[in-house]
């Protein structure tokens, strides 16, 4: 099992992006069938948005869906 050092890193860079970089939202995704990055995403607090189906990936050369999620600032600061 993991030892939630993705989590961490994940946190730390969302704290970095809301604190110091001043960002308002942040976006991340993940291919559907990852269910470990689904979890990070959660686990951090990010919220699903959008799907997108049937895309190309161009370094996999794979057709593949990606789940779209995003974490604003006022829900970040909620969770502190």
């Excluded at 992006?17 to 959660?42: I, M, P």
């Excluded at 189906?53 to 974490?71: A, F, G, P």
Aim: glycine letters at 4%; one cysteine or more; hydrophobic letters at 35%.
């Amino acid at each position: 099992m993991g030892k939630g050092l993705i989590p961490e890193a994940v946190k730390a860079l969302i704290c970095h992006s809301f604190e110091t970089l001043q960002l308002d939202n942040l976006w991340c995704g993940y291919f559907a069938d990852n269910v470990n990055s689904k979890r990070v995403q959660e686990k951090c607090g990010f919220k699903y948005h959008h799907i997108i189906k049937d895309q190309y990936v161009e370094y996999l050369d794979e057709i593949r869906t990606e789940v779209i999620c995003r974490l604003t600032k006022s829900e970040w600061q909620k969770q502190q």
